[in-house]
């Protein structure tokens, strides 16, 4: 924000109409940035957000009739059928406004200064985004710990998604890692002299959130890949100097710049101005993900409070028709483990083999209901559980069975309890 270009340059008409699309394009996808960070802006905003949605809905009905499919409410997709729609109705509108707009600045030499303000919107822009991801990493809000529904979830179970979320969840080091990249980048880009260095990393981190992205079929294709091609556009002006030192090996010269300020007096006012301007962007991003995670903790700690049998359980005695089964390996007719989610019962035998029925459970009549795949099988069991063990008693078909299982807890799980080694004799890959 405190310098511009000394020379004025004289463009060609293609770049002419290059820098109008894309200036155009990302003015339409960015709105109603910066605006939003006004208080009370919303007051505004509101009308125009709701102005956008229906010429949005009008949009899609008009192009794929009964085949547009009506947004529901927040579903934490980005990339809905809406989505799409309001990209096609955003690239439609920019070659209408372009070409308007080409008709009646026929004569323009060049954007010089319209490219030099725009760069400043899109590296604010970006660089609020990146933080605002970053601290979510750091603070480990996007991708919490893992929970025991994780760890008795099998891999054949999850869904892309989930196994990444899984996968980052894991490793509290690794997530941090990943959103302190976010974090320096954004905040490099801030600062004009540090602009291009920011926009470098911002380049490398996001194009490996964007292959993420696409690779484990998460909602956020569209929204990342918008944000990895802005942090390209605010590399462009250094194109032919990255090029040089990174290629050519020549010397990159330094942009020739000049002040906007004049005096002391101005240079005060826009650096006190500047200053505001990042202390309450930067804060109210840590509060915002403050405030999450401090919701989320307060979740989970709910979620622990609340009594439930979900869960893995080691059985230590199976008593089948009054005759108590030892655990013996390769045994078919002994449980060995039982996994308990949701509607869900896992039941393992001593041979290894797991077979998942159906699950009705309720804590406060202390019984449960579970059915083979099939159907053809029922058991009903009345039931005690603490934190500890769970006691089982009742009918599996016509054989009268009691259970006496031990819960796992998070330690128990390999994946909590291996744990980090500098040395190992050899690979522990299971």
């Not at 010429?55 to 947004?71: D, K, L, N, Q």
């Not at 041979?351 to 099939?374: C, E, K, Q, T």
Request: hydrophobic fraction near 45%; proline fraction near 4%; include cysteine.
């Amino acid at each position: 924000m405190e310098n511009v270009i000394i020379q004025q340059t004289r463009w060609s008409a293609s770049s002419l109409i290059a820098f109008r699309l894309i200036f155009v394009y990302f003015v339409i996808y960015i709105v109603p940035f910066p605006l939003g960070w006004i208080p009370f802006a919303g007051l505004v905003l509101q009308p125009l957000s709701n102005l956008s949605f229906n010429a949005t809905e009008h949009f899609g009905r008009m192009i794929f009739e009964a085949a547009y499919v009506s947004p529901p409410a927040s579903t934490g997709s980005g990339d809905t059928m809406y989505n799409y729609v309001q990209l096609l109705l955003g690239v439609c509108l920019t070659f209408v406004i372009v070409f308007i707009w080409s008709l009646m600045d026929r004569r323009r030499n060049n954007y010089d200064h319209l490219l030099y303000w725009s760069m400043i919107v899109m590296r604010y822009y970006l660089a609020t985004i990146m933080l605002s991801y970053g601290l979510a990493k750091v603070f480990r809000t996007q991708f919490p710990p893992l929970s025991l529904f994780n760890l008795n979830k099998s891999y054949g179970e999850s869904s892309p998604m989930g196994l990444l979320w899984t996968f980052m969840g894991y490793s509290g080091v690794y997530s941090v890692f990943a959103g302190l990249g976010e974090v320096i980048g954004g905040v490099l880009l801030f600062f004009r002299r540090t602009r291009l260095l920011g926009a470098l990393i911002v380049v490398m981190v996001m194009s490996h959130v964007v292959v993420l992205n696409f690779a484990f079929d998460v909602p956020v294709k569209l929204f990342s890949t918008h944000l990895l091609l802005i942090a390209f556009l605010i590399m462009t002006p250094d194109r032919k100097r990255l090029l040089n030192f990174f290629i050519l090996n020549k010397s990159a010269d330094p942009v020739p710049v000049k002040l906007l300020y004049n005096s002391q007096r101005e240079k005060w006012i826009y650096f006190v101005g500047k200053a505001v301007i990042l202390v309450y962007m930067v804060s109210q991003t840590f509060i915002n993900n403050l405030s999450t995670r401090d919701s989320m903790a307060e979740y989970f700690s709910q979620v622990q409070r609340e009594p439930t049998i979900n869960g893995t359980y080691e059985v230590e005695t199976f008593v089948i028709n009054n005759d108590t089964l030892p655990p013996t390996q390769g045994n078919t007719r002994r449980w060995k483990e039982m996994t308990i989610t949701g509607q869900k019962i896992e039941l393992q035998n001593m041979d290894d083999a797991a077979i998942s029925w159906h699950f009705l459970g309720n804590v406060g009549y202390r019984r449960m209901i579970i059915h083979s795949p099939d159907l053809a099988t029922n058991g009903q069991f009345t039931f005690t559980s603490d934190s500890s063990r769970m006691f089982m008693e009742g009918l599996l078909h016509t054989d009268t069975l009691k259970v006496v299982a031990k819960r796992k807890t998070d330690s128990e799980f390999l994946l909590v309890s291996r744990g980090f080694h500098w040395m190992n004799e050899y690979p522990f890959n299971r």
